[in-house]
């Protein structure tokens, strides 16, 4: 029997610094309202999805943003959206900031993607991995990009879940231009990824970037999607947000690499495309059958290899 799954990506359009959490969940609902009118059994959210992307300020004293950190999910600011979604037997993935204490007591900040079922239940949790931009204040952008200045690197890596009769598993922004990313998932069985994004438009660091940047998404995304016999909901925030432009272009990517649904707004808005899961099998056990035609000594010979010679790491 088929293993059909009605998925959907819920971009959000530009949420402003002083917009109310309250205000935010209101339109995650109305997304999920619309998602349901689709028939969409698992809704994706961006990253960071509850809030303005803060990264752009530089704030010396970081604790100055804990506000936009949840200590708990749900919280009180976020059980309208669980008990929406439980209502609707939908299950969701939400991007949020995570304020998290280890078994010491010392308080740990990730991006932070749950993944809920269609009961309200949490499935899992994933940290992001790749933090990009800078830790200290960098004057000559326009605006900043202090992700490590806030964030912390999840210290779990790519797991995977079985979860929506399949095997899925979760990546945010940055981690998904890293090929290591979906092949990490893709040696643990997964069939569907989510992935989140807050992609600028403009890359300071290097501007003969930024026309590329609709391109490079949805490149890193197919190739992900098609090298690991896997689907992917790749869901952004989008549009002009506290001055900054930022790439929307939501897609469901098929196991062949084919967009297979496209947002066409820059704005609050729902994709959905009916997947079968079992798709996975004609890409993983065929081209992409790891066991059969992967040469991991081979690899291992390569990293001997190069271990000394790496560059020492950069910041960008
Ligand atoms: N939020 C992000 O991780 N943004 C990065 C930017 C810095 C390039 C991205 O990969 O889209």
């Given at each position: ?5 009605i ?11 002083d917009?109310?959490?309250a ?9 999920l ?36 950190f ?6 009180g ?13 939908i ?15 010392t ?12 009961d ?13 931009g ?8 326009q ?5 490590r ?9 790519f ?42 438009l ?19 995304m197919?190739?992900g ?27 469901i990517i ?24 079992d ?14 035609y992967?040469?991991p ?11 000394d ?8």
């Open positions: 029997m088929p293993r059909h799954l998925v959907g990506a819920g971009q959000l359009g530009p949420i402003a610094r917009e109310s959490k205000r935010v969940v209101e339109r995650l609902i109305a997304l309202h619309d998602a349901s009118d689709q028939a969409v059994e698992l809704l994706v959210f961006p990253e960071l999805a509850l809030t303005t992307f803060f990264p752009r300020w530089y704030v010396g004293d970081a604790t100055e943003f804990d506000h936009y949840h200590r708990e999910m749900p919280d600011d976020t059980q309208p959206l669980f008990d929406a979604a439980k209502e609707l037997r299950g969701f993935a939400l991007g949020f900031a995570e304020l998290a204490p280890d078994d010491g007591g308080l740990h900040r990730y991006n932070t993607y749950t993944l809920v079922d269609r309200g239940t949490e499935i899992g949790r994933f940290r992001k991995v790749h933090i990009p800078h830790a200290g204040h960098e004057p000559w952008r605006f900043q990009h202090a992700e200045h806030y964030f912390e690197p999840g210290p779990d890596g797991e995977v879940w079985k979860a929506f009769d399949g095997i899925v598993g979760m990546a945010l922004c940055n981690d998904r231009r890293w090929s290591e990313t979906y092949r990490v998932m893709g040696l643990q069985g997964a069939e569907l990824i989510l992935i989140g994004y807050n992609t600028p403009h890359y300071y660091p290097d501007p003969t970037q930024n026309a590329l940047a609709g391109f490079h998404n949805h490149l890193v197919q190739s999607a098609y090298q690991n016999g896997s689907f992917i909901v790749g869901v952004a925030k989008g549009g002009i947000e506290e001055g900054v432009d930022s790439l929307a272009q939501s897609v098929a196991p062949s690499g084919q967009i297979i649904a496209q947002a066409i707004t820059t704005g609050d808005e729902v994709v959905s495309a009916r997947i079968d899961l798709f996975t099998a004609t890409y993983k056990g065929m081209l992409f059958d790891f066991e059969r992967r040469m000594h081979y690899y291992g010979r390569i990293a001997a290899v190069r271990d010679a790496q560059p020492p790491p950069r910041e960008i």
